[in-house]
């Protein structure tokens, strides 16, 4: 067999690893559902009394929604953080590295589990969210480019979420990590329009990744103009992505233990 | 003989702290090798740069014939390690771990499945086997973690402390598993704190000392190297005693206990040429016993410090 061949197969075998541990323990994907639905009926109960200019956006549900998906990719790398970190911390990676299996095998893993378990728990909160009256204009096409959209997003926390996990001596070494990934959405475009925020924070709403990720799915799932945000939120993905991906590469060849 | 490991100079700090400082060890194939010393002696970190898991700021390592900086895939193809903590994924089943390593060593299916049940067997783990790991007791733990070490069929096995903390059953199926590797021709390369555990199961002894090799030979020689081994005469009374003091001179007295001692190396021809002195008098001594220093003693002679294992409570009962 190749060498490209074995690191497929053993990548196979990681990620089934990592699906099973979800199987094993299926609250995880519950709480990953429950959260951002919460989330949706706390938002709406809340903001959708109070006049605000929303655009074209006959409901807040509607404005509101891209965002939830964000904050459902949010949560959903913090779980992978929390992994990663639990196989560090308790060997196991010790154990694969002495192992004649490449480290990326290992990497892919995770990166596929949680990429998979994601669009999972995303797709139960759309459903979910049409239940409480989501109503999205979105063709075949653009739901789509939606999906596409939320897969480089999540890629992008994953590869992030896996060297945080990697990196950290013990579980609350990531509280950083979770706190950003958690709450960043909520000083972004996700529940009010940057343009109803004051000063510094407005600027920063305007400009953060989860900003351009959001209103591209919010043009493409409700048909608002979304300007240039497509381009900015695919080179804000690649680029985290990128960059999650070599540091985690370092990670897992340097010395165990420092 | 072939040599399974051989380490050279070699040298470690971490944060300017030393941690190995210039060891040399060759260990040869099919036997089993220990690396005896306290906490904090290096031990650990001398695995991790032979397992890959660490780089070394200098000197060379190899093992089973590839260098592990240069080469390190073919040197994990040819080992496996245990380490001090179990490394095992407690979320999936024993089972479930030892067919994942199955994959990993790319076994088809057929020969997984033979193997993981053969293991589970082995290692008294088949009723618990459909059970997740994290309900394992520790000594269960640790002897998955064994089993998931040997699907592989490591040629070179990587002990680091495998019976520290071990309740004394999983300890003997620790030690027999070891003895019949090694006699199957698998090189095992064992650290330990614990004396008897390197007496019982080690050719060769290391003992490492603040990152430094303090003495290496068999447990043999490591006991005989130190001065301590006496023939112990115990008598009924005490007109027995002071009869065989007179004759033999030189003996050290307990009157207490009504013991004496006479230096000797401990061999068979030093107590017959003892006896032999002893004569008529020979008849007043109730019982014989030969004392050989342990390697504790030899650790103490070497380091002036007693090992983990010799607490201060055993010391005072001596």
């Known amino acids: 067999m190749t060498t490209l061949t074995l690191a497929v197969r053993d990548s196979a075998t990681m990620t089934q690893r990592s699906l099973r541990h979800v199987l094993r323990y299926p609250v995880t994907l519950v709480v990953a559902v429950a959260v951002p639905v919460l989330l949706l009926l706390l938002f709406v109960g809340v903001f959708s009394r109070l006049k605000m200019s929303l655009g074209a956006h006959a409901s807040y549900i509607d404005y509101v929604m891209p965002g939830i998906i964000v904050m459902t990719a949010g949560y959903g790398s913090s779980v992978t953080a929390q992994g990663v970190n639990r196989d560090s911390t308790e060997g196991i990676i010790g154990r694969f590295r002495t192992m004649a299996i490449s480290p990326t095998s290992m990497l892919n893993g995770y990166v596929v589990s949680a990429l998979a378990r994601t669009l999972v728990s995303a797709a139960l909160v759309i459903a979910a969210a049409i239940g409480l009256g989501f109503r999205p204009t979105a063709d075949a096409g653009r739901w789509l480019a939606a999906a596409g959209i939320t897969v480089l997003l999540v890629l992008a926390l994953t590869w992030l979420a896996v060297p945080f996990g990697l990196a950290a001596k013990t579980a609350e070494g990531l509280t950083g990590f979770i706190l950003i990934v958690q709450l960043l959405p909520f000083i972004s475009s996700a529940f009010v329009p940057p343009g109803q925020m004051s000063g510094s924070v407005r600027w920063f709403a305007a400009h953060e990744p989860f900003t351009s990720v959001i209103d591209t799915l919010r043009g493409l799932l409700t048909g608002t103009p979304s300007g240039g945000a497509v381009l900015t939120a695919v080179i804000w993905c690649a680029g985290l992505a990128l960059a999650g991906y070599l540091w985690a590469r370092v990670l897992v060849r340097r010395d165990l233990n420092r | ?318």
């Open chain 2, 1 to 318: 003989m072939t040599s399974a490991i051989t380490a050279t100079g070699l040298r470690k700090s971490f944060g300017g702290t030393v941690v190995l400082d210039g060891i040399d060890l060759e260990v040869g194939a099919g036997t089993t090798f220990s690396l005896l010393g306290p906490n904090g002696a290096g031990k650990t970190t001398t695995v991790q740069i032979m397992s890959t898991l660490v780089h070394a700021d200098s000197g060379e390592v190899r093992v089973a014939g590839h260098d592990v900086v240069r080469d390190p895939a073919a040197v994990r193809a040819a080992i496996g390690v245990t380490g001090q903590f179990s490394a095992v994924d407690k979320l999936l089943t024993g089972e479930e771990n030892l067919l994942l390593m199955a994959d990993l060593h790319h076994l088809g299916r057929a020969e997984g499945r033979r193997r993981a049940a053969a293991l589970l067997g082995q290692f008294d783990l088949a009723d618990a086997a459909k059970k997740t790991a994290m309900t394992y007791s520790g000594g269960m733990q640790r002897r998955l973690d064994l089993a998931m070490t040997l699907m592989g069929d490591p040629r070179i096995i990587f002990l680091d402390e495998p019976t520290t903390g071990l309740d004394p059953r999983s300890r003997r199926v620790m030690w027999q598993t070891i003895r019949e590797l090694v006699a199957g021709g698998v090189t095992i390369f064992l650290t330990t704190q614990q004396l008897d555990e390197a007496d019982k199961l080690a050719d060769r002894v290391a003992v490492l000392d603040h990152g430094k090799v303090v003495a290496a030979g068999t447990p043999e020689e490591l006991k005989r190297s130190i001065s301590g081994a006496h023939v112990r005469l115990h008598f009924a009374d005490a007109t027995g005693l002071d009869a065989t003091a007179r004759a033999l001179g030189g003996a050290f007295r307990h009157d207490g206990t009504l013991t004496l001692e006479v230096p000797s190396d401990g061999g068979a021809v030093a107590v017959r040429e003892l006896l032999n002195r002893l004569g008529d008098v020979a008849a007043a001594v109730d019982e014989v016993s030969v004392h050989t220093p342990d390697l504790d003693d030899v650790f103490f002679a070497l380091t002036g410090r007693r090992t983990a294992e010799a607490t201060p409570e055993l010391e005072n009962a001596r």
